[in-house]
């Protein structure tokens, strides 16, 4: 008998090939990666494990009572149901709220990186079922991740995209950089995955070339490991969250000792002598000194002289990671970095200048393709009112409220009903204990889910969707040159159903069918998908393969653009001929459209803002809840990696050995962290590789709530998130800012609860 071959594959965190032997799966990393993502080996333990949802189910509480707000909600039983029953129980809901209230009272969450595949890709299937079906839905804009820059940038440079995806690339550091300021670093495991996939992971030796010819690597964050030791960098142990502080004292040396490009200034730049004048002190008595800054940020005036000294008439390429803008006030390190690179006046030369974000997505620093990605095209939405995606629990919990977003006045929609796909806000949203009395009040809330995550449990009708290995699709992104057939791998698991196929039969029921299916088989659309590419290709007079040639072979190779440096080498040359999308044309320094909105928390140029979470006697150390280095945010958190990097099945947190010993922590321990929004419980490694003071704890260990002793919400498992603070970065931008909070911490007494994290709500048979 003929055993199964090795098939290509793809993830967000690499292509990979794959085989379905004997019961068992078997990966291995793409033979064209240069530096594979160890996190391919979650996947062999998850296709059958205990923690899958294996059929249909509804809480009992709503099939009971009806729909309406449940407390109940996340400890509730579930009945198990057929598909029939199950979908034309759904589908009478779905036309009950669009009858009595509307598509507005609709949410289509779906926030999350569920497949890297354009069709299966589950946040365009539920967006384009709710669009051409119910004729719309409240969406959320922006992103978790960047959703503070994204808003920001576009008022500095005018564009958010071509600042990161198309500027400097790690050709040109490799090549050209001599100094790379990391504001918050470049650690590995962020730019180890992207959206849509990565076929060669080049990061770590791209910094290790550059290192060798003499590129200085300076990471400015807490954690040492925010940039690999192949980048030989030098470490300046900022205390979290004062980086703009820093930033401003550099920028005070250059201006005082006339270090700066006063002539680029002139040229390129737009509002330069209102923020002089609060950089000096002129404006309000305070100069940012490097004085001034060091007693903010923890690096001695000295040093702060001395890197700002040791930059002129050097090829410097500044970068700020997502990290810094997840917290309050996080516009302001961004635009800093802006306005420091551009007081150096090398903003769109080859491997200088500005690039945000660059090592925080595989995506970034790359060339761009020469084609689109296809994708699943996702209708109109007739339904105008939105949100910025970080806030769902204040939307929930304040219908008809008004709030504040870059310049304009909204209101908060009555929402009746959510529908979540592809997504797991139990892992990426804040103050999860204030996220649960939320979704309670919630009339219908809708899921589907391969997995029963905490998600899954709080809503009230969960459709088991397989997972990305049982279904078919294709794998491309706009910065990588191959194109990837994902071919399955494995059979559904028990009943689980393609989340394509779970909207046809609710589009039937619903008289939608044509409309969103367009008459196509899943396989229709992937060679209709891929036609569009075939196309294009063939426009450029290239001989693409037909569909069967491609999924055969497995893989397809694309062409890329040249690397040009984008919008802003073009602004740099001929800024008259290539003005920026801004006011001005230029760069801003000071934004006029942001000064008149008159919000205090982001005024008109950047400033120094403290948070206003400071540490204090009840909470006197600084949590780092950053992105985990063994899953891609919460994703298979139950996989084999994942599990091997655990200690005693809990998630780790990191401590100095100076801030674990006065609490008489020991390596190995369990301890509780805990603030007034809840508490967490985490096995504890000590490091001196971080800032005494601080504690470190990775997003993504699935939330597995108890009462507390204590009166609160204790998460056994390790969940950051309890502890965060859900509120926006500043009126203007409205982002999340999950990164940072205050707690205190203790060596947990008594009997450690178990963590039940994967065990299915009963009953799920």
């Keep these: ?15 990979f090939l794959a085989q379905w032997r004997d019961g068992k799966l078997e990966v291995r990393p793409h033979p064209g990666d240069p530096d ?62 669009k009858s009595e209230h509307g598509p507005a009272a609709v949410f289509g969450g779906s926030y999350g990186w569920s497949s890297a595949g354009r069709f299966h890709h589950t946040q365009s299937q539920v967006h384009r079922f709710l669009n051409t079906v119910l004729g719309g839905y409240v969406r959320s ?60 992971h080049i990061e770590r030796d791209s910094m290790r070339r550059a290192a060798e010819r003499g590129c200085r690597f300076v990471c400015v964050s807490p954690l040492r490991s925010d940039l690999p030791q192949e980048a030989r960098a030098e ?25 700066h490009d006063r002539d680029f200034l002139a040229s390129h730049c737009d509002g330069w002598d209102g923020f002089e004048a609060y950089l000096s002190g002129r404006s309000d008595g305070v100069a940012k000194s490097a004085d001034w800054a060091a007693a903010i940020c923890g690096i001695a005036p000295d040093v702060l002289r001395s890197l700002a000294r040791s930059l002129r008439g050097r090829r410097v390429l500044i970068t700020v990671a997502h990290s810094l803008q997840r917290a309050e006030h996080g516009e302001q390190p961004v635009w800093m970095a802006a306005v420091l690179s551009a007081m150096l006046g090398q903003i769109g030369l080859p491997g200088g200048g500005y690039n945000y974000a660059l090592g925080a997505l595989a995506h970034y620093g790359r060339r761009n393709n020469a084609v689109p990605s296809p994708a699943l095209p996702q209708g109109a939405n007739s339904v105008k009112e939105f949100i910025p995606v970080a806030r769902i629990a204040d939307m929930l919990m304040n219908p008809g409220q008004p709030f504040d977003y870059n310049g304009q006045r909204l209101v908060y929609p009555d929402i009746r009903l959510a529908y979540w796909a592809g997504g797991n806000p139990f892992h990426h949203h804040q103050d999860l204990p204030r996220l649960a009395r939320a979704f309670a ?11 029963w995550t905490a998600t899954a449990r709080h809503a009230d009708i969960v459709l088991p969707a397989t997972l990305t290995l049982e279904r078919e699709d294709i794998g491309t992104t706009p910065t990588d040159p191959l194109m990837i057939a994902m071919h399955r791998i494995a059979e559904p698991h028990a009943q689980a159903r393609d989340d394509y196929e779970i909207f046809c039969e609710l589009a039937r029921r619903l008289g939608g069918l044509d409309a969103f299916s367009e008459g196509r088989t899943a396989r229709d659309w992937l060679r209709h998908l891929y036609g569009k590419t075939r196309d294009t290709l ?35 040359e001929q800024p008259e001929l290539h003005p920026l999308q801004t006011p001005s044309g230029k760069i801003q320094i000071s934004s006029p459209a942001i000064a008149s909105f008159g919000y205090a928390d982001c005024p008109g140029h950047p400033v120094w803002l403290p948070s206003t979470e400071a540490p204090d006697a009840d909470h ?31 998630e780790i947190c990191t401590m100095h050995p100076a801030t674990a010993a006065e609490r008489g922590i020991a390596e190995g321990d369990v301890a509780r962290l805990f603030n007034a929004r809840g508490a967490c419980l985490a096995a504890v490694r ?29 998460c056994v498992h390790g969940n950051p998130n309890v502890l965060t603070r859900d509120i926006g970065t500043s009126r203007l931008t409205q982002g999340c800012t999950g990164q940072l909070t205050v707690v205190q911490v203790e060596r947990f007494q008594g009997e450690l609860p178990p963590v039940r994290a994967y065990e299915p709500p009963a009953p799920n048979n």
Aim: hydrophobic letters at 40%; glycine letters at 10%.
């Design 1 to 15: 008998m003929t055993q199964p071959a090795f098939q290509t594959h793809s993830a967000h965190w690499g292509a």
């Design 620 to 650: 006197p150390l600084r949590l780092i809840s950053n992105q985990p280095a063994t899953r891609l945010h919460s994703q298979l958190d139950f996989g084999g990696h994942s599990q091997a990097h655990k200690l005693q099945g809990r």
């Design 686 to 714: 000590l490091s001196g590789d971080m800032l005494p003071g601080v504690v470190q704890l990775a997003t993504g260990a699935w939330y597995d709530a108890v009462d507390d002793d204590h009166g609160g919400v204790l």
């Design 36 to 97: 594979p993502n160890p996190l391919i080996d979650n996947f062999p333990d998850a296709l059958q494990h205990r923690a899958r949802v294996a059929m249909p189910a509804v809480r009992r509480g709503w099939l009971e009572r009806g729909p309406g707000p449940d407390s109940k909600r996340g400890r509730d039983e579930f009945v198990p149901m057929a598909w029939p029953q199950v979908l034309d129980l759904l589908a009478r809901e779905l036309q009950r709220v």
């Design 538 to 572: 063939a426009a450029l007079g290239l001989d693409p393969p037909d569909f069967e040639t491609f999924w055969q072979r497995g893989e397809l190779k694309l062409p890329q653009a040249s690397d040009d440096g984008g919008m802003l080498r073009a602004f740099r």
């Design 141 to 200: 804009v922006n992103s978790y991740s960047a959703g503070c820059a994204e808003v920001l940038l576009p008022y500095v440079f005018g564009s958010y995209e071509k600042v990161v995806r198309r500027n400097v690339t790690w050709e040109q550091v490799v090549d050209h950089t001599d100094v790379v300021l990391a504001f918050g670093g470049m650690a590995l495991k962020n730019s180890r995955v992207a959206g849509g996939g990565v076929s060669r």
């Design 441 to 451: 009040r919630l009339e219908t809330f809708v899921v589907h889910e391969s997995v």
């Design 235 to 259: 470490w300046l142990p900022v205390t979290p969250g004062t980086d703009a502080a820093m930033m401003l004292g550099l920028a005070h040396t250059l201006a005082a000792e006339a270090l």
